[in-house]
T-cell receptor
Framework: GAVVSQHPSWVICKSGTSVKIECRSL??????MFWYRQFPKQSLMLMAT?????????EQGVEKDKFLINHASLTLSTLTVTSAHPEDSSFYIC??????????????FGPGTRLTVL | DQQVKQNSPSLSVQEGRISILNCDYT??????FLWYKKYPAEGPTFLIS?????DKNEDGRFTVFLNKSAKHLSLHIVPSQPGDSAVYFC??????????????FGTGTLLAVQP
């Protein structure tokens, strides 16, 4: 299957600092990538849709100024958590579909990034 | 508003027996459904999918059944193996004419296969 990587796999930072998480599609191009977060024992919640060459689309309740998304190329999307606070501690996962068509494309997920804000 | 629901948070099955994981949805616009397997601290791994024009899709030990009238789908794993122990998420998407579609995930079911 297609490979999606994330970097870093885990990060610990101080409250008030910013953290950047990278998501790369390694063997295919992705005009769209998705960012999710997962709290312990909860479902994956979609945060935003990252679009190459245009602005990201954020889900209701997600602060776009706090979670900055940049889809710089067809293989890279970045999520920057600005002025991170302890409540931002979570498991962040990105995904990318292998085709840009209707519903029948399959999304492949990165391994996730564990963010801990002290 | 939880559009995709997995009402069983956990399931325990003996090795070699059938595992049946259930998922219900409320949005009639969903036309594509997927099952993912997830280990702790890892990203989900795609297992199997089904389009709304079908009622069954089989891939090896995994079969997904879709009942559109009941807005219900299930994943059958036969025979179950200890390595199948993980959290299983069902997900659904609907095509609104955009380039691609976001997935709505259920809350997950933790499957434990006992040796």
């Amino acid at each position: 299957g297609a490979v999606v990587s994330q970097h870093p796999s885990w990060v610990i930072c101080k409250s008030g600092t910013s953290v950047k998480i990278e998501c790369r599609s390694l063997d295919f191009q992705a005009t769209t990538m998705f960012w999710y977060r997962q709290f312990p024992k909860q479902s994956l919640m979609l945060m935003a849709t990252s679009n190459e060459g245009s602005k990201a689309t954020y889900e209701q309740g997600v602060e776009k100024d706090k979670f900055l998304i940049n889809h710089a190329s067809l293989t890279l999307s970045t999520l920057t958590v600005t002025s991170a606070h302890p409540e931002d501690s979570s498991f962040y996962i990105c995904s990318a579909p292998t085709s840009g068509g209707p519903s029948t494309d399959t999304q492949y997920f990165g391994p996730g990034t564990r963010l801990t804000v002290l | 508003d939880q559009q995709v629901k997995q009402n069983s948070p956990s399931l325990s099955v003996q090795e070699g027996r059938i595992s049946i994981l259930n998922c219900d949805y409320t949005n009639s616009m969903f036309d594509y459904f997927l099952w993912y397997k997830k280990y702790p601290a890892e990203g989900p791994t795609f297992l199997i999918s089904i389009s709304s024009i079908k009622d069954k899709n089989e891939d090896g030990r995994f079969t997904v059944f879709l009942n559109k009238s009941a807005k219900h789908l299930s994943l059958h794993i036969v025979p179950s193996q200890p390595g199948d122990s993980a959290v299983y998420f069902c997900a659904a998407s609907a095509w609104y004419g955009g380039a691609t579609n976001k997935l709505i995930f259920g809350t997950g079911t933790l499957l434990a296969v006992q040796p």
